[in-house]
């Protein structure tokens, strides 16, 4: 049987800890889904097609890693493919509530998926997407926060705006 994971976010920007998260996974588990979040309610700074395709240049070098868009709910996608796992990362003790939830809730929908919890190297544990939206939007350095792919389309979604 081949072990499949979901790694779902909204990767409104990816970042190099998301990046981190999807190798680790990568080793764990036969093939990975990264699964882009689309038509969220909230106005992204990179549009769906920006976040898919720089997330696919970024896990190019990964050849179990495919990268996709999804909407609805996380546990029908997670099971029209068959996956029995959801990755997620875990940053400081911050994240661990609302994971935790997400968790249990998701394990109610369905009993057979289980959240396997990741932590990146210490060195991108302070990194959001959001911190990286504040640092863009303002004017400053973000190109060591993200993979050069994003770093472009990020460039290009600011001189639009
Ligand atoms: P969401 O909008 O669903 O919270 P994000 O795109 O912000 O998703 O993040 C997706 C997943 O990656 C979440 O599990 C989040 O905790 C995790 N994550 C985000 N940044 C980091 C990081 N720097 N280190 C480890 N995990 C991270």
């Known amino acids: 049987m081949r072990r499949l994971a979901i790694y779902p976010g909204s990767f409104d920007p990816p970042t190099l800890g998301h990046l981190d ?55 029908d996608f997670v099971q029209s493919k068959a996956a029995l ?31 396997v919890f990741l932590m990146t190297k210490w060195e991108y544990s302070y990194l959001s997407s959001s911190i990286v939206r504040e640092v863009a939007t303002l004017g400053g350095d973000y190109s060591g926060m993200v993979p050069p792919a994003v770093a472009k389309v990020i460039h290009r979604a600011l001189r639009k705006t």
């Open 21 to 75: 998260v999807i190798e680790r996974a990568s080793k764990l588990f036969d093939e990975i889904i990264v699964a882009v979040g689309v038509n969220s309610a909230k106005k992204p700074l990179l549009p769906d097609r920006y976040r898919i395709e720089s997330l696919q240049e970024s896990t190019k070098h990964l050849p179990n890693v495919k990268v996709e868009g999804f909407t609805g709910l996380l546990v």
């Open 85 to 115: 796992s959801i990755v997620r990362g875990l940053r400081a003790t911050a994240d661990f509530e609302y994971e935790f939830q997400m968790a249990m809730v998701n394990r109610r929908l369905a009993s057979e998926v289980d959240t």
